[in-house]
C-alpha cells in the first residue's frame, strides 16, 4: 500500500532504524524503514548512525565473552540486592549485562552508547528521556526468559520495546539503567488459519506486513488495526491502540487478540486462552496486558482474529465548519449503511492547508474551505457505481438496482448538513492515494510551516456528540495563544488528535499549555485524555483526573501484584513514580 | 499467595454465625424500611435456588435490596464488619450456580430493584442505567421512544445488565443469538460473525462497589480510551467475585431491517460447512443457527409459532441489510451456497411476523425441549465452542454420541461463532449419569479441537470450575486467582465460584504449554 504512495515522506517516526545493529532479519528491517523516508530532512542523521551501530555491535561481542566469565554467583547476588537499594546499582547493573551475554547469544546483547540512547528516545515525543544500560534482541520465548530473569535477579528495570512508534515515552529508558528488549526481532507469521480467520504470530511481526503476507498469499482477509505505520502486535496490545479503522472493527480492545502468550515479571509463561473464539471462562486475562504499555508482562506471542477484505472506496467533502461536519457524520452513522463506513477522518482547515505542500497525483483540495471529512466504506452491498458515486461496497454481480442508493444517501446527508465540493476517487489508485493524505497527516504538518519545527502530538477522545465542541475551543484556543496545529480525527469515534508546530522553547511552553487545557476540556466532556495512544510518561498527570483515585488505585494493585518488585517498564503509566512508598497515604485519603 | 487462600475456602476467615446475626440486625437497623432485608425463608430459598441448573442450591442468610450505589456499599461495609459472604444476585438466569447461597451463610445483594435507565445519549450510541434493568425493557424503551438504536446482546429475556456484564455473557443460547453476532460485529455488518468483538466494547463503563467498599468507576463516556488497560474488562466475566456492580454505560447499535430464513440439511456436518462458506462471502448474515432433527421435532410439538417443520437438520438465518433489495440479494446468495451443500427448501420469511414467528422457534428451543422431554424432565444445558473449521466434524460426532446413548438431546447452535449447545434432557438417576458422561466426552473433544470446553458463554459459576485448569492454564488461572486475591483478601464476594481449587495432582498441565 505504501509503495504506490505519491507521497514520500516522513519524520523520523518512520524511518527510525533502532535495532540497526542487528544480524539479518533486521537489514530488511532498516531498508524498510528507510523506505518511508525521503524529503524533509531529518532521516540522513538516522542512516548514518545505523551505519555506526554495526560496527559497534561487531566488536562488542568479542568483548562479552570476557565480561560472562566474572559473573559471580546469583543466588548469593539475589540475597544482597534485597538488602540493598531498590534497583541493582551501576555495578549490578553491569554484571546484569554479563548475565545477559552469558544467557544470549552475543550478538543479541548490545550496549553501544548511540544505540542506547536512540532505544531510549523517541523524536515523536518531547517527554523526558533517557538512555537504557543496555539493549536484547531476543528471539524466542525462552531468549525472552531468561532475560526476565536476569533482570528480576539484579533488579533492573525492563522496558519492551517493538516498533517503537508509540507516541508518549512508552519506551524511554529508565534513569540509563534499564535493560531494553527490542521484540521487533521475533517477527514470524506462526500459522494462519485461514477457515477459522485466524492467525499466529511473534510479538514483533508488523500489522503491514501481516497484511502484506495475506494478500501475497490471496488470502482474503486481514487484521483490521492500523496504528502508525511500523507498529507491531506487542507495542498494539502494549498501547490498546486503534487507528482509523476503529468505526467499523473497533479497537485493541474489543476481540482481535484472541490470546497472548505473556511471560510475566516472575519469569512465568502464560497463555490467556484457547484459541476458539468464544469463552466466558471467568475475566479475560488477555485484557489485562492490552494497554498494559508492557508494565505488567512482555507478549512474546498472538493469536489474531482476522477480518475479510472488502472492496473499499474513498470519498471526501467539505463542511464550513466542524459542527456541520460532526454533524453529518452522526447522521451517517445512524443511517442503515452506518455500518458500512469503515473510516471517517475529520482534517480541519489547517489540515487541508498543509496538504498543499504536497503533490497530489489525483484530487483537489480545497484548502479555503472549512473542514473536510473523508470516508471509506466497504461492505456486503455494492451500491454504487465507484464512476458517479460516493460508496462502493463488495461486489456480488446482480445488485444494479442496489446501486446508488446509499451513495445517494450519504450525499444527501452531507449536503444536507453543508457539504459540498463532494469528490470521489474513481479508481483504487486514487483511493489509495487520496487515503495516504491522511496516514501523513502528521508529516504534512511537520513539513508545513519552516525547516526545523518539530511538533507535539496529542490524542483525546470524547463522546462524539461533544466533538465539536471540543474542536471550536480548541481552535479557539490555539488562535488565541498564538500557537499553529492542524487537528484531524477519527470523528466517528469522537476520537481527534492536534498536531501542534514549535520551533524552540518559548513555542514549546505555549504548545504545553495547550495541551493541557486541551487535555483539562476533554476530560470535563466526559472523555478521555488519551483515545488511542495511550498514557506512557506523557499522560500520567492526567490520569487520576480522568479514572478517578479509586480506578488507578486499583490498577496499582494489580500492578503490584503482577509485578511486586516493579521491574516492568517502572515509571510509566501509573501516575506518582514513588507509588510504592506513598501508597499508604493514598490509601489513607481514598477511604 | 498463601495455599489456605488460594482455593478461596479459608473457613476460619469468616465470621461466626453470632456475627452473621449481628450483620443481619446491623444491616435492618441500617435500612429499616420494610422489605428491604429479608429472612423470609421462602426468599432465602428462592434465592439460592435456580431451576434452571442441577447443582444444587444452598440457601442464603439474608436478602437485601438494595436502591442505590450508597445502599451496596452500606452493605458492603458492614459484609466487611463481620467477615460475611456477599453473593450478588439480578435476573437469576445464569446456568451454572452463579448465585447459589454460600455454605455457613451470607448476604445477598439483590440487584433487580436498581432497574433504571439513566441517560440516553442517542447521538453517541449509548446508554446509562442501573445494571438491574433487562436487556429487553432496555430495547424495548428504545423502540417505544422511537429511537432507532438497541442492545445487541440478548441471553435469557429476563437477564440483565448487572448479570450479563458479571457472566460476560455474549449472546444466547437457546434465545438465540441472531444479535449476538451483531454483537459480535461492532456496528453490524455483513460478515457479522466474523467481526466479533463479543465481550468487546458493549460495556463502555461500570461503577463498580468494591469489596473494600470503595466505590471506582473505571472509565469515562467516551467510546474510545487507551488510558492504561481496561479494568472494566476485569469485572465482564468476573461473576460477581471482584465487585458489585451499580451503573453501566452501554454502547448501542443501529437497528437494520433483517428478515429470517431456513434450509434444511442432509445432516449437521454438512449445514455446518455451508455455515462456513456463507460467512466467506461477506454477505449480510446477521446470525446463523444450527437447529438439529431433535431440536425440529420438539419444536413441531412446543414451538410458539405452531408452524410445523421438517424432521431434519436445519440452518435459520438471519439476513441484514440496508434495503429490501439488499436482503432479497443475500438471501439469493445464501441459497445458492446452501444447495451446493445439499440444503433444500429453502424458505424466506414473506413478512416481519412471519419471520418473528421463524426466529421465536428458534429462540425457544429451551422451554420447547424442555416440554419434549415430558413431566418431570430435567435439562443439563451445556455449551462447547471451538474454531469454526472443526465444527462440522464435532457437531457431527456428538449428535451422534447423543443418539447412541439413547438421550433427547437437541442440539442448537450459534454456528458462525463455533459455538453449540445441546440440551441434555434427563429424568432418572441413571440418565443423568449417561447424561454426565455424554457431558464429559462432548467436552473432550471440544478441547483436543483447541476448543474452549466451558460454555462458549455460560460462564464458570460452580459448574464449570473445575475445568478451568485444563481450559485456561495453571499459570493464568494462577493469575486469576492473584488479582481476586489482591482485590477481595477477605474472599467475601461471591466465594466458591468462578476459581477452581488447586488441582490434585500436580502433574497435569503446566504453565507454559
Ligand atoms: C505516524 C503515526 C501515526 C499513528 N497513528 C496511530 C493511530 O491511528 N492509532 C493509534 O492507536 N496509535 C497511533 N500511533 C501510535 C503508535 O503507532 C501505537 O501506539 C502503536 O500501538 C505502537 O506500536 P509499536 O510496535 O510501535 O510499539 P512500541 O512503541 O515499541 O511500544 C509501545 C508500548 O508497548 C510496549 N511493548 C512493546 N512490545 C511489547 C511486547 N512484546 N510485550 C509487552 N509490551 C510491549 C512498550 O514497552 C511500550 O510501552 C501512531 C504513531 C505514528 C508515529
Ligand atoms: C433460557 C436461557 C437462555 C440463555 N441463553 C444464553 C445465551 O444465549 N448466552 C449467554 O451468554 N447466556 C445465556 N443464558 C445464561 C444467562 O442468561 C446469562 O448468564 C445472563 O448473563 C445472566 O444474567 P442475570 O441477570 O440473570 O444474572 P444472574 O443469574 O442474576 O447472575 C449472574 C452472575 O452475575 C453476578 N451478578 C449479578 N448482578 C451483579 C451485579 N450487579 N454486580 C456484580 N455481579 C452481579 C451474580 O453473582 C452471578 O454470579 C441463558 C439462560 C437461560 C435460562
Not at chain 2, 461492532?186 to 463503563?205: I, M, Q, S
Request: charge should be negative; glycine fraction near 10%.
Amino acid at each position: 500500500m505504501l509503495r504506490s504512495s505519491p507521497l514520500r515522506c516522513g519524520t523520523r517516526a518512520l524511518c527510525r532504524v533502532p535495532a540497526s545493529s542487528t544480524p539479518s532479519h533486521l537489514s530488511r528491517d532498516i531498508s524498510r524503514r528507510a523506505s518511508y523516508s525521503t524529503s524533509n530532512g531529518a532521516e540522513p542523521k538516522t542512516q548514518t548512525w545505523c551505519r555506526t551501530c554495526v560496527g559497534a555491535s561487531v566488536l562488542l561481542s568479542g568483548l562479552a565473552l570476557s565480561i560472562f566469565l566474572t559473573r559471580p554467583s546469583t543466588s548469593s547476588h539475589d540475597k544482597k540486592s534485597r538488602s540493598s537499594s531498590k534497583y541493582a546499582s551501576p555495578d549490578e547493573v553491569k554484571t546484569a549485562i554479563s548475565a545477559l551475554r552469558s544467557a544470549l547469544k552475543p550478538d543479541q546483547v548490545l550496549t553501544d552508547p548511540d544505540v542506547l540512547l536512540s532505544y531510549g528516545s523517541s523524536d515523536n515525543t518531547y517527554h523526558h528521556s533517557s538512555p537504557h544500560a543496555v539493549v536484547v534482541l531476543p528471539r524466542s520465548t525462552e531468549d525472552v526468559i531468561e532475560v526476565v530473569n536476569v533482570a528480576r535477579q539484579y533488579r533492573v528495570p525492563i522496558v519492551p520495546y517493538s516498533g517503537a512508534t508509540s507516541l508518549e515515552g512508552q519506551f524511554a529508558g529508565f534513569k540509563g539503567e534499564s535493560i531494553c528488549i527490542d521484540m521487533s526481532g521475533m517477527d514470524k507469521i506462526l500459522a494462519i488459519h485461514k477457515d477459522d480467520a485466524d492467525l499466529v504470530c511473534q510479538a514483533g511481526a508488523r500489522w503491514e506486513d501481516i497484511n502484506e503476507t495475506l494478500k501475497d498469499k490471496g488470502i482474503p482477509l486481514f487484521f483490521p488495526l492500523d496504528p502508525g505505520p511500523g507498529a507491531t502486535i506487542g507495542g498494539m496490545v502494549g498501547t490498546g491502540c486503534s487507528g482509523t479503522n476503529a468505526v467499523r472493527y473497533g479497537t485493541a480492545r474489543g476481540e482481535w487478540f484472541l490470546n497472548l502468550t505473556v511471560v510475566l515479571p516472575n519469569g512465568k509463561v502464560i497463555k490467556t486462552k484457547r484459541r476458539a473464539c468464544k469463552s466466558a471462562t471467568g475475566f479475560d486475562t488477555t485484557k489485562l496486558f492490552i494497554g498494559a504499555e508492557g508494565t505488567l508482562g512482555i507478549v512474546t506471542e498472538a493469536t489474531l482474529r482476522l477480518a475479510p477484505v472488502l472492496p473499499t472506496r474513498v470519498a471526501l467533502a467539505q463542511f464550513p465548519d466542524a459542527e456541520k461536519a460532526v454533524s453529518a457524520v452522526q447522521e451517517i452513522l445512524l443511517s442503515p449503511y452506518g455500518s458500512n463506513m469503515q473510516c471517517i477522518e475529520f482534517l480541519d482547515e489547517n489540515s487541508m492547508i498543509s496538504f498543499t505542500s504536497f503533490e497530489t497525483t489525483y484530487l483537489t483540495f480545497y484548502p479555503s474551505a472549512s473542514c473536510s471529512l473523508l470516508n471509506v466504506s466497504p461492505d456486503g452491498y455494492p451500491l454504487a457505481d465507484p464512476a458517479d458515486a460516493l460508496l462502493q461496497a463488495a461486489g456480488h454481480v446482480g445488485h444494479d438496482r442496489l446501486r446508488g442508493s446509499a451513495a445517494g444517501s450519504v450525499k444527501t446527508i452531507a449536503g444536507a448538513h453543508s457539504g459540498s465540493n463532494f469528490q470521489f476517487a474513481r479508481t483504487d489508485e486514487e483511493a489509495e492515494s487520496l487515503w495516504e493524505v491522511r496516514k501523513y497527516a502528521l508529516v504534512a504538518t511537520l513539513g508545513w510551516r519552516q525547516q526545523g519545527d518539530r511538533l507535539w502530538t496529542t490524542d483525546v477522545c470524547v463522546p462524539v456528540s461533544k466533538l465539536p465542541e471540543l474542536v471550536y475551543e480548541t481552535q479557539k484556543d490555539m488562535n488565541e495563544h498564538g500557537v499553529t496545529a492542524t487537528i484531524v480525527g477519527h470523528v466517528g469515534d469522537g476520537n481527534f488528535h492536534s498536531f501542534m508546530l514549535f520551533h524552540d522553547d518559548k513555542e514549546l511552553e505555549k504548545v504545553s499549555a495547550a495541551v493541557h487545557r486541551l487535555v483539562h476540556h476533554a476530560i470535563d466532556l466526559d472523555g478521555t485524555c488519551t483515545g488511542e495512544h495511550g498514557v506512557g510518561l506523557g499522560k500520567k498527570e492526567y490520569l487520576v483526573g480522568e479514572l478517578g483515585e479509586g480506578t488507578v488505585e486499583l490498577m496499582r494493585s494489580i500492578k503490584q501484584t503482577i509485578d511486586p518488585l516493579n521491574i516492568m517498564n517502572p515509571g510509566k503509566l501509573y501516575p506518582d513514580p514513588s507509588e510504592v512508598a506513598n501508597k499508604a497515604v493514598t490509601r489513607d485519603k481514598a477511604v | 499467595m498463601s495455599r489456605a487462600s488460594d482455593d478461596g475456602k479459608g473457613p476460619t476467615a469468616y465470621g461466626s454465625p453470632e456475627d452473621f446475626k449481628r450483620a443481619v440486625q446491623e444491616m435492618q437497623a441500617t435500612f429499616p424500611t420494610e422489605g428491604v432485608v429479608s429472612t423470609h425463608p421462602d426468599d432465602l430459598f428462592a434465592h439460592g435456588f435456580s431451576t434452571n441448573v442441577y447443582h444444587e442450591g444452598i440457601p442464603h442468610s439474608v436478602v437485601v435490596y438494595p436502591q442505590s450505589t450508597e445502599d451496596v456499599v452500606k452493605i458492603v461495609k458492614i459484609a466487611n464488619n463481620y467477615r460475611m459472604p456477599v453473593v450478588a444476585y439480578s435476573g437469576a438466569t445464569s446456568l451454572e450456580g452463579h448465585f447459589i447461597g454460600t455454605k455457613g451463610g451470607g448476604i445477598c445483594v439483590d440487584m433487580s430493584g436498581m432497574d433504571k435507565i439513566l441517560e440516553i445519549h442517542e447521538s453517541d450510541s449509548d446508554l446509562v442505567c442501573q445494571p438491574g434493568v433487562g436487556w429487553v425493557e432496555i430495547n424495548h424503551a428504545l423502540k417505544e421512544q422511537g429511537i432507532p438504536l438497541f442492545f445487541p446482546i440478548d441471553p435469557a429475556p429476563t437477564a440483565t445488565i448487572g448479570g450479563m456484564l458479571s457472566t460476560g455473557c455474549s449472546g444466547s443460547e437457546t434465545i438465540n443469538s441472531m444479535e449476538s453476532f451483531l454483537l459480535d460485529t461492532h456496528h453490524t455488518p455483513a460478515n457479522a460473525v466474523r467481526y466479533g468483538t463479543a465481550k468487546g466494547e458493549w460495556f463502555l463503563n461500570a461503577t463498580v462497589v468494591l469489596p473494600s467498599g470503595e466505590v471506582i468507576k473505571t472509565r469515562q463516556r467516551s467510546r474510545k480510551s487507551s488510558a492504561g488497560f481496561d479494568v472494566t474488562k476485569l469485572f465482564i466475566g468476573a461473576e460477581g467475585t471482584l465487585g458489585i456492580v451499580t451503573e453501566v454505560t452501554i454502547r448501542l447499535a443501529p437497528v437494520v431491517p433483517t428478515t429470517v430464513a431456513t434450509a434444511q440439511f442432509p445432516d449437521v456436518r454438512s449445514a455446518s460447512e455451508a455455515v462456513i462458506e456463507i460467512l466467506n462471502h461477506g454477505v449480510g448474515i446477521q446470525c446463523v443457527e444450527l437447529c438439529d432433527a431433535a431440536f425440529m421435532e420438539a419444536t413441531n410439538l412446543h414451538g410458539p409459532s405452531g408452524r410445523k417443520y421438517a424432521v431434519t437438520d436445519h440452518l435459520f438465518f438471519k439476513l441484514q441489510g440496508p434495503t429490501q433489495a439488499s436482503l432479497k440479494e443475500t438471501a439469493r446468495i445464501v441459497q445458492e451456497v446452501a444447495k451446493k451443500h445439499g440444503g433444500s427448501s429453502f424458505k424466506v420469511a414473506k413478512n416481519d411476523e412471519e419471520a418473528e414467528d421463524m426466529w421465536a422457534d428458534r429462540k425457544n428451543a429451551h422451554y420447547s425441549s424442555l416440554l419434549w422431554g415430558g413431566e418431570g424432565t430435567k435439562a443439563w444445558a451445556t455449551d462447547v465452542c471451538v474454531p469454526i473449521s472443526k465444527l462440522p466434524e464435532l457437531v457431527y460426532e456428538t449428535q451422534k454420541d447423543i443418539e447412541r446413548s439413547g438421550i433427547k438431546g437437541p442440539i442448537v447452535g450459534h454456528a458462525g461463532d463455533g459455538n453449540f449447545h445441546s440440551l441434555l434432557l434427563f429424568k432418572t438417576d441413571e440418565e443423568l449419569v449417561k447424561v454426565r458422561d455424554l457431558v464429559h466426552r462432548m467436552v473432550e473433544r471440544a478441547i483436543a479441537r483447541e476448543g474452549t470446553c466451558m460454555h462458549g458463554e455460560h460462564g464458570v459459576g460452580i459448574g464449570k470450575r473445575e475445568f478451568l485448569y485444563e481450559e485456561l492454564g495453571e499459570g493464568t488461572v494462577k493469575l486469576m486467582k492473584k488479582i481476586k486475591k489482591t482485590i477481595d483478601p477477605l474472599n467475601l464476594f461471591n466465594p466458591g465460584k468462578l476459581y477452581p481449587d488447586a488441582p490434585k495432582s500436580k502433574s497435569s498441565s503446566g504453565d507454559g504449554h
